[in-house]
């Protein structure tokens, strides 16, 4: 497996998320404004990207989004998302990273936990669907490197 980071959002990444959030989910987690300025990781297998996440800085001082995290549906459960959320870590603590935040779906916070994230809010809800957000410590290595 080979992970490559993008300055740009890739059609490789695109389409995991296309197929992941509109496809089976039905939610809009496309393509939006964040998509910018984000780093974006993609991960291949035999040249076949498999998974996908982004990062992007938050308000909060040396705080980075991990978002947009999903694996193609025939992967799930063999490790993979595990793979994709370690490669977005290793490259924060390249960074000014002291903490990475996700937005997870209720129903998945365990896999966070499991990863080593602790539950930082409330239950929200966008669009009926319950949410959460979860946090680590990434004590990223560098100072004043902003992606």
Known sequence: MEIKIF???????LKIRIDVFEGEQ?????ED??????????????GKAIATCRISP???RNVYLIGRIAVIKELRG???????????????????????????????KDFYIKC??????????????????VKKSVNGQKGGIRI
């Not at 300055?7 to 990444?13: H, I």
């Not at 404004?33 to 035999?46: N, R, T």
């Not at 080593?116 to 957000?133: H, K, N």
């Open 58 to 60: 938050m308000e909060e």
């Open 7 to 13: 300055d740009a959002l890739p059609d490789d990444a």
């Open 116 to 133: 080593g994230y602790e539950i930082c809010s409330d239950i929200l809800y966008e669009d009926g669907r319950p949410y959460i957000w």
């Open 26 to 30: 039905n939610t809009p987690d496309g």
């Open 78 to 108: 063999k490790g993979i998302g595990k793979v994709i959320i370690e490669s977005a870590e290793e490259y924060l603590k390249e960074t000014d990273c002291a903490t990475a935040k996700i937005r997870s779906r209720y129903q998945v």
């Open 33 to 46: 404004e964040i998509d910018a300025f984000a780093k974006h990781l993609v991960l291949y297998d035999g």
